[in-house]
């Protein structure tokens, strides 16, 4: 009896027009990401704010590569696999994200009892996962996972106090006396961390309701007005006390959002 994979893989057929999307939306972000987070962590000598935003890039960068893995692989055992951590790695990241912008305005780090308040908030996403119960099921002829509602109502609650903390770090300074060269790395970090996970919570959520989980690719589009914010706070602001010109850099990852291109463009006219 032949496989019925030999006869037709769905998970091919149900991702196959957004693939090359997918290829886009997450491998340029990765490869971007590790190489700024690397690069500001050496060049700045292993500085605490530095390994915050570098644990930030990496936990994202899993979560991405797991995302590509899923939306790119047509063995169903490896996507449900790591469709099972995605949402417990999600969650470690909005924390990094918000342990990012308090060190960010504080310029040091926060109390110990802090930290452990967010290490225990992320301990039932954890348990959940590691016994087996963040996906509940699997939708062979789609493709698809289902998730734990549970989970999924936790991430919800979780992820909106996270922004709703950010936003305030954010705004904050409109509040103060402070000069507009004070305001802006402020806003240019922050205003740009609210409004990409607030974009990519938005559209999970929307995505786990309605089952269209295509719009996720979308969101990730916003992940380079993160990288081109933290760039320009690197060089320009100098937030991590690197000490090089950001043009020049700033240059170098124009060129690789281009160069990702070549992964969808099908016009000889335009590859030239």
């Not at 269209?212 to 993160?226: K, R, T």
Request: glycine fraction near 4%.
């Amino acid at each position: 009896m032949s496989d019925i994979n030999t006869i037709i893989n769905t998970c091919y057929e149900t991702t196959s027009s957004s693939r090359v999307i997918a290829n886009y939306s997450h491998i340029i972000p990765i490869v971007l990401s590790l190489i700024l987070g690397t690069f500001v962590l050496v060049k700045s000598k292993y500085n605490f704010f530095s390994k915050v935003f570098f644990a930030f890039i990496v936990v994202f960068s899993m979560w991405l590569l797991g995302d590509w893995i899923i939306w790119t692989s047509n063995n169903y055992n490896l996507i449900y696999a790591l469709w099972a951590p995605l949402d417990y790695l999600e969650i470690v990241f909005y924390v990094l994200g918000l342990y990012f912008a308090i060190v960010f305005v504080r310029k040091s780090d926060i109390h110990f009892v802090f930290k452990v308040i967010l290490f225990l908030l992320t301990i039932p996403a954890f348990l959940i996962t590691i016994n087996q119960q963040s996906v509940t099921g699997f939708n062979y002829p789609v493709c698809e996972a289902f998730n734990s509602d549970f989970l999924g109502q936790y991430k919800l609650i979780f992820e909106g106090i996270i922004l709703f903390i950010i936003l305030i770090y954010a705004i904050n300074p409109f509040f103060k006396k402070l000069s507009w060269k004070e305001i802006v790395p402020k806003l240019v970090v922050l205003g740009s961390m609210f409004l990409f996970l607030a974009t990519f919570g938005i559209t999970e959520y929307l995505a786990s309701t309605t089952g269209y989980y295509e719009m996720n690719l979308y969101s990730l589009f916003l992940l380079p007005v993160l990288l081109v914010a933290i760039i320009y706070s690197v060089f320009e602001l100098d937030i991590f006390n690197v000490k090089v010109l950001g043009s020049h850099y700033l240059v170098i990852g124009l060129i690789i959002f281009m160069g990702g291109q070549l992964f969808f463009i099908t016009s000889n006219t335009n590859r030239l």
